[in-house]
């Protein structure tokens, strides 16, 4: 069965506000509606008119928590992504970054959260989806049509709630459509512990999993799946540190050969390739109709080519953790490496995911070094006016055929889930399970492959294993948005942040350069609370029963 989208690239959800109120609002609003709106028994009685609420529902998708900035976009297509509240990277010089502002220094809290919007927004989804379950359940159309629908409402709810767990820890669990009209202080909800959470999602998803087909075809491509339901998952076990179950999770769907690497790591994130075969679960857009801003934010900063805000620079920590051709790194004393061409000899990742000095981008050469004329790409830790942070530029996720400001032109999606993370699910959750095995090492290398990198060195114990896997993970799926999940689940942010952020700072000229590794950012954490993030003040407020997290 279809149901007609346009290749879940939104245009116009005309009438989905006036069903899906976030508030306690009462259906009798629904019984008159202007001309261009469909009534609430109208919505219901078909398939049909019902995947519309659910497109509406997959609109509010997206690649990460929402930002504190002026530009309130989430903050994995913002002018403040993830890595930049890790040591992956540095913001640029743009007005009103959380991650420099507040997060550096641990000036957020309860009344000035990082992610302000983030807890009222899953929320609203998350009341959007029950509504759409009840409704549908209740509905006289084929049961099997229910099911399907029902299910990817299933899905996406199980995808809020795990937004809001791996910031907050244990949230209120709702499955019903709150209405303060009919239950009164009812609607206010403590908050369930984190076990319990886990729990649930587990529990949503298998039953989601069960009624989800593998694949979509024409304008449906984009829609939950099973193997989305199934990364969800093992993710959500890895999370929790369920190691044996994560693993078998992950396995099932490695099994199932429904997915497989892209060959070249460098243009899985293009236009050209969206929808690949390595992609599990994106969200989708498309040019002009609902085109993304990640080239003005995170594009370079060249006026002549249409400048961009270069808002997210990567770190020197980072690019170290790349391996020269040998399998080493620069510290593990790789032969490869030469202090003098710092940049050669390295995974096919590193080129892929950074701009470097020196290096060909967009019909230009791209300097950081310091004394080239007019240089707007310049070395400048300082992150004030024009300059660059840390002395590199993303290239990951950037189209090189798209200048910057032609952000109406963008629209490559945003992916949530790739096959490259169940593999290294898997090996993480198998390591953790039962240390080091054949299947571990077939999954890392075959990364490691696509990179031009020889195989993991036979013989690892479990802590080393877990160090290899832990710095795979990071190259891997540097700028996606996880590193910053790791860091908290893995309880290691608070000896990272204990290092400086480090850049490259290169002078001289022609072949006679020096490169010097210098600090450009330090980053206060306190591990008694900011493992958790606070849970903002309005929603205190609001609901008596809800308890802060330690702030």
Known sequence: MTFTITKMKPTHYIFAAALLCTGACSENALEILPSDRLSDAIVWESPTTASFV????YDALNAGPIVGTWLHLPSQISNDPLDNFTDNAVSGPVAGIPSRQLF????YGPANPIFDQTWERMYANIRKCNLFIEKVGQASFDESQKKVLVAQAIFLRAHFYKTLVDLYGGVPLIVDVLDNTTQGDEIFRPRNTYEECVAFLVEQIDLAAVDLPESWSGADVGRATWGAAMTLKGATQLYAGQWQEAAETNKAIMESELYRLFPDFGRIFLPENENNEEIIFDVQYAPVIRHLRTHQFWGVLWAEKGSGWSAM??????VDQFEFTDGKTEAEGSSAFDSEKPYDNRDERFYATILHDGV??????????????NNYNEFTPTVSGNGNPTGYGLRKLLDPTL???????????AVIYRYAEVLLNYAEAQNEANGPDQSIYDAINALRKRGNLPDLPEGLSQSEMRNRIRRERRVELAFEGKYFY??????TAEEVFSQPVRGMKITGSGDNLTYEKVNVRTITFNPAKNYLMPIPQDAIDQNPKLEQNNY
């Not at 620079?313 to 980072?318: D, H, I, T, Y």
């Not at 400001?405 to 490559?412: T, V």
């Not at 790791?486 to 309880?491: E, I, P, S």
């Open 403 to 413: 200048m910057p400001l032609n952000n109406n032109l963008n629209g490559s999606n």
């Open 360 to 373: 060909q981008w967009q019909g230009r050469t791209y300097y950081t070094r310091l004394g080239i004329p």
């Open 313 to 318: 620079s990567p770190s020197q920590n980072l």
């Open 104 to 107: 550096d220094n641990n000036s």
């Open 486 to 491: 790791d860091l908290l689940r893995w309880r």
């Open 54 to 57: 659910l497109n509406d529902i």
